[in-house]
């Protein structure tokens, strides 16, 4: 079993940044990918970045790629998602969930989901 739990979403005017965290429970951390998915109000979940836990081989959508950073510490079992240049079009709900090994694009294949944090952008 894993436990997760999301932090640092807000507020932040276009342009800005923030730093989500997801924090896990479970000894065995390490062995588990770990994805960051979105849902705007109206909008299906979408992926937005994983990191595997086999190789830490890193997956971002092509739409956000060279905005936001995905990285992990397992030692704080802790993963992160760094985001810059925020647009309004950013604006969603952010969950973290995770699955054995590798990353992977289909969202029904992650097992455990953290409640989401909140990101707002405003223009």
């Known amino acids: 079993q894993v436990q997760l739990v999301e932090s640092g979403g807000g507020l932040v005017q276009a342009g800005g940044s923030l730093r989500l965290s997801c924090a896990a429970s479970?000894?065995?951390?390490?062995?588990?990918?770990v994805g960051w998915f979105r849902q705007a109000p109206g909008k299906e979940r979408e992926m937005v970045s994983g990191?595997?836990?086999?190789?830490?081989?890193?997956y971002y959508a092509d739409s956000l790629k060279g905005r936001f950073t995905i990285s992990r510490d397992n030692a704080k079992k802790t993963v992160y998602l760094q985001m810059s240049s925020l647009k309004p079009e950013d604006t969603a709900v952010y969950y973290c969930a995770a699955r054995g090994w590798r990353v992977v694009t289909t969202i029904r294949d992650y097992d455990y989901w953290g409640q989401g944090t909140q990101v707002t952008v405003s223009s």
């Open positions: 990191i595997s836990g086999s190789d830490g081989s890193i």
């Open positions: 479970g000894r065995t951390f390490s062995n588990y990918a």
